[in-house]
């Protein structure tokens, strides 16, 4: 497999966990879920598309892994706790914007604040063995107390960005300084210009750049397309206000600039395997 493909895995609709000593992965992998991960000993580190990122020991580390990502290091005989957390809870949170924009936006997100550490030792196993049991008294009384975990977390937002130009690199996925840059223009135009209605094209035209290179510049070192991209920024946006307003469907595909219903339904069904008014009906009433 190339160092630029990966592999999309199902982790299930609900909260799950799983725990032990993490591995180094051979390849990137992608799934919609929110990741939560703590090292009680040892730390791991994170390839997000060539750039290297550490989850620490005792340090709460938060990121979507809708963005390929892959472990290429482990220190320390580390062992972890990795919990999986829908998407769509996330977002009905309504979690304060900063926390929200910055993982929805690819951040490796680790809390800073050194007093949350003992008790996320004694707190994350916890949630383990009650989930483990499959009780789904014990499965709300969990997502009550992640929630409250992501509100305090916010109060102590340190963020690593996705791509940073004096970021290590490693074989296979080496980029220069100039290329970085060029990248990091591109997916700052995303963040910023994604709910326009604007394609590959005018992305590139707004770095200044041919569309054709762009696109192979940023599969090269994001490990997805620019178009992918985009779209994951717009379903996001889609869903978090499928989740959280009443908005009429046809002013949130416009909204989260997709160009028509038409074009949203498609791509919603097709990578959220349920159609909008399902996927809101299910969030604000939950059936």
Not at 3 to 13: A, I, N, P, R
Not at 129 to 142: D, G, I, K
Not at 158 to 170: G, K, N, W
Not at 221 to 248: P, V
Request: charged share 25%; aromatic share 10%.
């Amino acid at each position: 497999m190339r160092s630029e493909e990966w592999v999309t895995l199902d982790k299930g609709s609900g909260l799950t966990v799983i725990g032990g000593r993490p591995t180094v992965m051979p390849q990137y992998h992608r799934h919609q879920q929110i990741e939560l991960n703590f090292l009680p000993q040892g730390s791991m580190t994170y390839l997000f598309a060539g750039v290297q990122r550490t989850a620490p020991t005792g340090r709460l580390a938060v990121f979507w892994a809708a963005f390929p990502h892959r472990v290429i290091h482990v220190e320390g005989d580390p062992t972890f706790y990795c919990f999986y957390l829908p998407l769509a809870k996330f977002l009905q949170w309504r979690l304060p914007g900063e926390l929200t924009t910055a993982v929805l936006n690819g951040a490796l997100v680790i809390d800073g604040d050194d007093s949350h550490a003992a008790i996320d030792r004694l707190l994350l196993p916890r949630w383990a063995e009650e989930l483990a049991e499959s009780n789904p008294a014990r499965e709300a009384t969990c997502y009550l107390e992640i929630e409250a975990r992501m509100r305090r977390l916010s109060m102590s937002l340190r963020t690593h960005t996705p791509l940073s130009r004096d970021a290590e690199r490693i074989a296979g996925l080496a980029s220069t300084a100039s290329e970085m840059e060029k990248v990091e223009r591109i997916t700052a135009v995303i963040a910023s210009r994604y709910t326009d209605t604007i394609g590959v094209s005018e992305v590139a035209d707004l770095v200044g750049l041919h569309p054709k290179y762009a696109m192979t510049l940023f599969k090269k070192n994001f490990g997805m397309s620019i178009l992918e991209y985009l779209t994951r920024h717009r379903l996001s946006h889609a869903q978090r206000l499928l989740a959280t307003t009443n908005d009429k469907i046809i002013d949130i595909a416009l909204d989260a600039g997709f160009g028509s219903a038409s074009r949203f339904y498609e791509v919603f069904e097709r990578e959220c395997g349920q159609s909008p008014r399902e996927f809101r009906r299910k969030m604000q009433f939950g059936e």
